[in-house]
């Protein structure tokens, strides 16, 4: 028999992904942004995709979906993660956090008999994600509740997450880790080759700098160099928090998010004196047998560049 799922807030899919690759057919996804969605129907061409916003979704366009077994999801994080500068004076108001109810919804309306959530670990203290978990308990779900970090999965870098599995008929009991040797960013992306040589439309797409930052990044050591190894001149106010890393030489990376051709927040490729590319960077949120097939639509409208080191 195959089971069936739905990914709601599904981004470009590597949740579905995942979930293909466990043999689990994903049926729908819900996704918002236009070319995001069309990033996913690229890459996921047999899933029906719903290109609106989850608010628009009525009762009865979830029912007349069918038999889904699976309702999984990853609400919006901007609003809880510790990324967002705001998160301890403001995290209420984000209206994005009010989407965790329509995932809520989304599972009263199906009644699937599993449900998956991915969040980050913020959204514990948050009020409406325990009285989600309450509510889901009333609806009969088992549930287990981890915190995980992703290097503990194969994944070359130490990002920390909420995994919330349920079912309606068994115990769960979600792994803390799949006991696997930790990956290194060197393993990860050292056979990855550079831009200007790639077949790779995706890793040939690269910042250009001013010979000014060219400089900067030149002389930042390719053995695991950092903003100190820069003359104090270059410092930015910026830098008294965030650190310039040679990549290749870390035993994982630290957290990165979609700013990374921010140059103040941004890391550096070993082999080539330059940020690193669209398709490192995927390399570094998953496993390779996710990333190397993976497709991607970039709109190059939304790709901005910190002014900070301009000149």
């Known amino acids: 028999m195959t089971i069936t799922?739905?990914?709601?807030?599904?981004?470009?899919?590597?949740?579905?992904?995942?979930?293909?690759?466990?043999?689990?057919?994903?049926?729908?996804?819900?996704?918002?942004?236009e070319k995001i969605a069309q990033t996913y129907t690229l890459n996921h061409p047999t899933t029906t995709m719903i290109n609106k916003d989850i608010q628009d979704i009525s009762d009865e366009d979830f029912t007349g979906m069918g038999h889904v077994d699976i309702v999984a999801g990853c609400p919006?994080?901007?609003?809880?993660?510790?990324?967002?500068?705001?998160?301890?004076?403001?995290?209420?108001?984000?209206?994005?956090?009010?989407?965790?109810?329509?995932?809520?919804?989304?599972?009263?309306?199906?009644?699937?008999?599993?449900?998956?959530?991915?969040?980050?670990?913020?959204i514990l203290h948050y009020d409406q994600f325990s009285k989600m978990i309450e509510t889901l308990k009333e609806f009969g779900y088992c549930l287990d509740i981890k915190k995980i970090n992703v290097n503990d999965f194969g994944v070359p870098q130490s990002r920390k997450r909420l995994v919330l599995i349920g079912s309606k008929n068994h115990e769960i009991d979600f792994p803390e880790s799949?006991?696997?040797?930790?990956?290194?960013?060197r393993e990860a992306i050292g056979s990855l080759p550079a831009p200007e040589v790639s077949n790779d439309p995706i890793q040939r797409i690269h910042s250009?700098?001013?010979?000014?930052?060219?400089?900067?990044?030149?002389?930042?050591?390719?053995?695991?160099?950092?903003?100190?190894?820069?003359?104090?001149?270059?410092?930015?106010?910026?830098?008294?928090?965030?650190?310039?890393d040679t990549l290749m030489c870390m035993e994982e990376c630290i957290g990165i998010n979609h700013h990374?051709?921010?140059?103040?927040?941004?890391?550096?490729?070993?082999?080539?004196?330059?940020?690193?590319?669209?398709?490192?960077?995927?390399?570094?949120?998953?496993?390779?047998?996710?990333?190397?097939?993976?497709?991607?639509i970039i709109n190059f409208s939304q790709v901005c560049l910190s002014p900070c080191w301009l000149k």
């Not at 000014?212 to 106010?237: F, S, T, V």
């Open 5 to 33: 799922a739905i990914d709601l807030f599904s981004g470009c899919g590597g949740l579905s992904e995942g979930l293909r690759q466990a043999g689990i057919k994903v049926k729908f996804a819900v996704e918002l942004n």
């Open 76 to 122: 919006p994080c901007q609003g809880f993660t510790q990324m967002n500068r705001n998160n301890l004076r403001k995290a209420y108001a984000d209206k994005r956090n009010e989407l965790i109810n329509e995932y809520l919804r989304a599972i009263s309306v199906i009644q699937p008999e599993f449900i998956m959530m991915e969040n980050v670990p913020q």
């Open 178 to 185: 799949l006991n696997v040797p930790h990956q290194s960013v």
């Open 208 to 244: 250009h700098h001013t010979e000014y930052i060219q400089h900067i990044i030149e002389l930042i050591p390719k053995d695991g160099g950092n903003r100190k190894d820069l003359p104090q001149k270059y410092w930015l106010p910026c830098h008294l928090k965030k650190m310039l």
């Open 260 to 296: 990374q051709l921010s140059l103040a927040d941004v890391f550096h490729h070993q082999k080539v004196d330059s940020c690193i590319q669209h398709r490192t960077e995927a390399f570094l949120f998953a496993k390779q047998q996710f990333c190397s097939p993976f497709r991607l």
